[in-house]
């Protein structure tokens, strides 16, 4: 079974329309981060959370929200879509400072039309 | 700012060696980073150098590390066709609290 698994992970919505996207993992990290990842521009980060009771926004936070519901799970709200959110989403999860690997997610492929 | 700067594409003959460049700018980076995106997955750690270390082996993959010029590099040996993919650099601060992705370089392997 994967290690961070994200449902959906395909969706086509309309502009104006909320929509949730969410991430589960079972490395009993207590890191988790969701990105987004648009061509010719890399990853850019949303937000992230240290652990349940902390959330912090990252690069590009606006538009965005994210809840922490337990250690496993992390998901990421837009709250009213519009186009140019359309992107390839990431979530991904990293032990404790010192163990710095990054597990990623499969990808949510976002199109707002 | 804090760029990370890789080169877009790179083509190379099956069984060359390929070596993806990359620039970073916060000399304070205490983890750098190399993933590899096939079509339609996700990001996969291929290998992971601290900012004390130079130079890196692990089989086919070789990560050389210039502090003093930002640039680190990652050499894969004897490239297959199961090598092309978008390949991404990463610096991130300690903690992960700070990480910046480059925009990845697309390598194409012709047989």
């Known amino acids: 079974d994967a290690d961070v698994t994200q449902t959906p992970r395909n969706r086509i919505t309309k502009t104006g329309k909320r929509i949730m996207l969410e991430c589960s993992q079972t490395?009993?990290?207590?890191?988790m981060y969701w990105y987004r990842q648009d061509p010719g521009l890399g990853l850019r980060l949303i937000y992230y959370?240290?652990?349940?009771?902390?959330?912090n926004k990252g690069e590009i936070s606006d538009g965005y929200s994210v809840s922490r519901q337990a250690q496993a799970k992390f998901s990421l709200s837009l709250e009213s879509a519009i186009p140019n959110q359309t992107a390839l989403y990431f979530c991904?999860?990293?032990?404790?400072?010192?163990?710095?690997?990054?597990?990623f997610g499969p990808g949510t492929r976002l199109l707002v039309l | 700012g804090e760029d990370v700067e890789q080169s877009l594409f790179l083509s190379v003959r099956e069984g060359d060696s390929s070596v993806i460049n990359c620039t970073y700018t916060?000399?304070?980076?205490?983890?750098l980073y190399w993933y590899k995106q096939e079509p339609g997955a996700g990001l996969q750690l291929l290998t992971y150098?601290?900012?004390?270390?130079d130079m890196k082996q692990d089989q086919r993959l070789t990560v050389l590390l210039n502090k003093k010029d930002k640039h680190l590099s990652l050499r894969i040996a004897d490239t297959q066709t199961g090598d092309s993919a978008i390949y991404f650099c990463?610096?991130?601060?300690?903690?992960?609290?700070?990480?910046?992705f480059g925009t990845g370089t697309k390598l194409q392997v012709i047989p």
């Open positions: 991904a999860t990293s032990g404790p400072a010192g163990s710095e690997t990054q597990y």
């Open positions: 490395k009993g990290h207590d890191r």
């Open positions: 959370s240290f652990d349940v009771k902390d959330i």
């Open positions: 916060d000399s304070s980076s205490t983890y």
């Open positions: 150098i601290f900012s004390n270390m």
């Open positions: 990463a610096e991130a601060l300690g903690g992960y609290q700070k990480v910046t």
